[in-house]
């Protein structure tokens, strides 16, 4: 199944999207760029955790969301701008080098033994993530993509009428 088809049966009206990522970075950035550009159109539901996820956790469980689309940027040797869509279980035990890393399971952790929600990490492949502000430009166009693609699920989503 392609990683855009898991996104489209995955992502709702409901699903929380906590962007992660530094800033000051490149392209460590894209995750909170994302979730910064999607909370000015959606509201709440796309957070920007920037580097410190744990600082969500206790507001996010009180949500209790059923589903929870994470985003990062994650070197899993692809071409960059490239993504992967993981299930949360598969980060558990992943071996892949970000600049989170430890953090991401633990807070995939936490959300699980509290919320029970489904949880997926949407992974980007950067190009750059040395000190510097600014996306690449295959991340932008990947940012691009994916906010387009977002916005157009959750919309199709509401006029379904589940929310």
């Known amino acids: 199944m392609s990683d855009f088809k898991i996104l489209e049966d995955f992502i709702n009206a409901e699903t929380i999207i906590l962007g992660i990522g530094n800033v000051l970075r490149q392209d460590d950035g894209f995750g909170s760029i994302l979730a910064g550009r999607l909370n ?55 071996n892949l080098f970000s600049t989170h890393n430890a953090s991401l399971s633990l807070l995939i952790k936490f959300l699980k033994e509290r919320n029970d929600a489904d949880i997926m990490f949407l992974a980007v492949q950067p190009k750059r993530i040395g000190f510097g502000e600014g996306l690449s430009q295959e991340l932008l166009l990947t940012l691009e993509k994916l906010e387009e693609f977002i916005l157009r699920q959750i919309e199709t989503d509401k006029k379904k009428g589940v929310v």
């Open 40 to 94: 000015k159109k959606i509201g709440n539901n796309a957070i920007d955790c920037g580097v410190s996820p744990e600082n969500y956790l206790g507001p996010l469980v009180k949500k209790h969301p059923e589903r929870i689309l994470i985003v990062d940027t994650l070197d899993f040797g692809g071409s960059a701008g490239a993504f992967k869509v993981l299930d949360g279980r598969e980060l558990k035990t992943a």
